[in-house]
């Protein structure tokens, strides 16, 4: 059974980094993609980025293109999510999810597992100055 602990949210000004930690027991990401959603307050939930050792190797969402780096590290059952250049709307609480079918369903709108095992708890970002 997969278990995800996601980790590293904190307090930030703008233009600063962060960077989130998922650790994941089972994991390979031959077996699964791995990835980051998002929910800020009154906001629906969305899809942040995603990798997988299948193809689509990876997704970002436009709104973090070109300033999120998702990586992952099998040797030490990780998926790590680099944020730079944070904006105040990147406040939100960040979940890590696994996915059976790796990054192919990611896209915006996308709600990402169904069943709840496949989350891990949230880790809050705040960015404010």
């Known amino acids: 059974e997969v278990q995800l602990q996601a980790s590293g949210g904190g307090l930030v000004q703008p233009g600063g980094s962060l960077n989130l930690s998922c650790a994941i027991s089972?994991?390979?990401?031959?077996?699964?993609?791995i990835g980051w959603f998002r929910q800020a307050p009154g906001t629906e939930r969305e899809v942040v980025s995603c990798?997988?050792?299948?193809?689509?190797?990876?997704y970002y969402a436009n709104s973090v293109k070109g300033r999120f780096i998702i990586s992952g590290d099998n040797a030490k059952g990780t998926v790590s999510l680099q944020m730079n250049s944070l904006k105040p709307e990147d406040t939100a609480v960040y979940y890590c999810?696994?996915?059976?079918?790796?990054?192919?369903?990611?896209?915006?709108?996308?709600?990402?597992?169904?069943?709840?095992?496949?989350w891990g708890q949230g880790t809050l970002v705040t960015v404010s100055s």
């Open positions: 990798i997988s050792n299948s193809d689509p190797r990876t």
């Open positions: 089972s994991f390979s990401l031959d077996h699964y993609g």
């Open positions: 999810a696994a996915d059976l079918f790796g990054c192919m369903y990611w896209k915006s709108g996308y709600r990402g597992p169904i069943d709840d095992k496949y």
